[in-house]
């Protein structure tokens, strides 16, 4: 079986535009967390979200490659430039090899709703224009990139909730691994439009401590009162060793194990069975052992239940290793389908630049998280090895493992 | 034939739109080339009519068109038409 490494990283989020900038805002414990009036005008409950503009990409791209890129599109298109810029992948070495892409993505409402509204006012569809139903598909991030970039390889969207981005990487490992792959574009995106989050905000899972919007998001925290939606993309090059070293990649890391389960249990609840097992099964595919593994960046989005029970699945897979949990999430809110990449990516910032950022608002403990050892402040660490959970709707539970490489 | 006004309001929505040098807009230039149109690009064309000019058209409307030309005194008609 290959080995799977990592050799190119692009991020766009609340908490920066690209690497450095995000490396920065991860060493100072900065929150991307602000306010969207908008919302109360249309009766959201809050009006929180991650705060992020969208990326100026007309002088990047000619019109036809950006009609049909939808905002979560744009930001990972930003952030794929980033990463083949990293892994020194250019155009001619894209047309020469079968590159593939993985990206998870879970929605696409904004152009649904704008096209709908057209429709329902105009009674004319060619009104909503050509771009709209290229944004509007689930898979519009790997169709738009596939052709934006050349792509060859294979190419389709993950839609697992908040696990889609972690599920991406997860899937961009088994297929390179498995050798049917060489190198695949993974990652995930999210947009960040009220459009987007309106039936969530309806179900009272956003926090509503608005007249403190940096101390909204508080994972593990006992007076959390919920998540806050945010976005942008992720991205990460995956290929196997042998082709890495054949180009003389700059190797950042490795995929060292993949784990997933379902809860088989309810719509939004989650329970701590599923990522129990998910996390069993990551670490026995990594071949590591708990004490290996220094970091863990949790999936806790700042939700009652969903903190309390990964609490308790982390404790019971743990033993006495007492690893430094964070959730970045406490930064830049909950990122939802690109969380599961871009937790990757804030995690391999820390381990490559050695240190945990803190993780904010985590003042007063519950009994869960009171056993857990979670860092207030940014700690100087060097690591080898990090864990990143990430679960969704459904109960659908991914666990990744990413370790430094090593010949 | 669409007055001097007219023609100017279209080559700049065209050029705007499909963000072509408007220098390469003249009356005698094929509109398809020019503009790099495709198939996609004919219902952009419908919404920059509705849009900017009023008129209600379907993509296929636009098939007898060779020239810019044809395209100024197509809207002009319509629009003509429309009062």
Known sequence: MNRVVITGMGIYSCIGKNQEEVRQSLYRGASGIGLDPARKEYGYRSALTGILERPDIKGLLDRKKRMGLSEQGQYAYVATLEAFREAGIDEAYLQENEVGILYGNDSSAEPVIHAVDIIREKRNTALVGSGSIFQSMNSTVTMNLSVIFKLRGLSFTVSGACASGSHAIGMGYFLIRSGMQECMVCGGAQEVNMYSVGSFDGLSAFSLREDEPAKASRPFDKNRDGLVPSGGAATLILESYASAKRRGARILGEVAGYGFSSNGDHLSVPNVDGPRRSLEMAIRDSGLGIKDIRYINAHATSTQIGDLNEAKALLHVLGGARPYVTSTKSMTGHEMWMAGASEVVYSMLMMQNGFIAPHLNFEEPDEASALLHIPVQTVEKEFDAFLSNSFGFGGTNSTLIIKKFHH | ?83
């Open chain 2, 1 to 83: 034939m669409a007055n001097t006004e007219l023609i100017e309001k279209i080559n700049r929505k065209l050029s705007e739109e499909f963000e072509t040098d408007i220098e390469l807009i003249r009356p005698d230039a094929p509109l398809m080339q020019t503009l790099e149109l495709d198939s996609l690009d004919l219902v952009d064309m419908v919404v920059l009519v509705e849009q900017h000019f009023g008129l209600t058209l379907k993509a296929q409307d636009f098939a007898s068109i060779k020239t810019f030309q044809d395209f100024y005194d197509f809207i002009d008609s319509h629009v003509n038409d429309a009062n």
